[in-house]
């Protein structure tokens, strides 16, 4: 097996959109110094976050040396939106953001050698004179004025722009430069979105350093199933705190990826080689039914963001809600993982059961549900009213479930 390089797997995984790059092949020439970083917006990335983390992971298997960036000033403004202007977070709350970005860092780059930074450590001396001179003297406003996201928020009937936001991508310039004296960084990478703040530190290091700096960027993962952009449910944005997504929800999405999508997320979202995924895949198209691939994708990213122990819990509990295995198999762990994810009781009966969860309103719709064979615990039909074992899974349909305790 010969290994690709740097630039042949980032096209093969999809991670390529636009960079200053000439030749996208420049970058198997020597090892760089790059970052990447996002904003502290909320208290969690999301799943858009994670596939540019999934680029940085690839640069780094190459021998790049990574500076990971938490944007504590940059946070305080907001990246500009295309459409409106963001509500400026309190510092208490950039201060809670950054602290659970930086931990999350640390989980997804779990074992790997990293610099970990914050931009308003170096922010928080500059005097705004002195950045309007050594910054913003070396910006055309004509240039600034023809980036897209200030023409998307300037044109006719938009919201407008603040000076704020306006200057976003001046203080990311600025990162890149200091990034670049303090730490040899020469490449940025990020979201495809980005790319009009990004660009911003080329120049400046070329105008004030004389040297060579660049950017690549990743397109923004999309699902093809909706058209929308990746990582957005029914129930709202993917999050990688369990808190906000639960490790089983969060198996939950990737489990349930359309077949159309699920080998560019695999590409993107997990370390498989070529070769496994050659092999995934035919095995996936010999049996689509099986999900494979599904459940491939979606043990790995649960992993990588919630640990071995958490994907595999996710894991016993889908195969026990969909009758591959008895709840009774289940670890006091896994039920408890169960437990909070479905309707539980303590009643004795099955009626009872029933009614306590509100699948059936009454007695009488219990029965009713019963005689129609409409209910089955563990796995077998139930035609008359019993008493229930606990632990016990009853399931109404395909997709109610109970849980007795």
Known sequence: MTKMTLSEELTWRGFINQTTF???????????????????????????????????????????????????ATGM??????????????????ARNKAAVAKQYKTIFDGLEFTLVDNYDWFKNIGYLDFLRDVGKQFSMTQLLDREFVQTRIGE????????????????????????????????????????????????????????????????????????KFGKSEEGTIWLDANQTSSFMFYQFWLNVDDAGVGDYIKIYTLI?????????QEFRSNPSDRSAQK????????????????????????????????????????????QEIPTTTSNDLLGCLVATEVASSNGEARRLIEQGAISINGQKITANQEVNKPSLIKKGKNTFILTI
């Open 157 to 228: 009937g938009a919201a407008g722009i603040s000076y704020a936001e306006f200057s976003y991508s001046l203080i990311q310039g600025y990162d890149f430069l200091h990034l670049f004296r303090e730490h040899g960084v020469t490449l940025q990478i990020g979201g495809s979105d980005q790319w009009g703040n990004m660009i911003s530190g080329v120049p400046l290091i070329r105008k004030l350093e004389n040297a060579d700096a660049h950017v690549c960027t990743l397109p923004l993962v999309i699902n093809k199933a909706t058209g929308r």
């Open 77 to 94: 403004i907001g990246d500009p939106k295309d459409n409106e202007e963001r509500q400026l977070k309190t510092l208490d709350e950039v």
């Open 22 to 72: 000439k030749d996208i092949k420049e970058l198997d020439k020597e090892k760089r110094t790059f970052y990447w970083g996002c904003d502290p917006s909320s208290d969690s990335l999301q799943i858009g976050n994670l596939a540019g983390a999934m680029m940085a992971r690839v640069f780094i298997s190459h021998g790049y040396k990574p500076v990971l960036l938490v944007g504590g």
């Open 296 to 339: 491939y994708l979606a043990y790995e990213v649960t992993k990588l963001v919630h640990g071995e122990e958490s994907a595999q819990s996710a894991k016993n509990v889908t195969a026990t809600l969909f009758g591959d295995i008895s709840v009774s198999e289940l670890s006091k762990e896994d039920l408890d993982v169960l437990a």
């Open 273 to 281: 080689t070529p070769e496994e995924f050659d092999t995934l895949m």
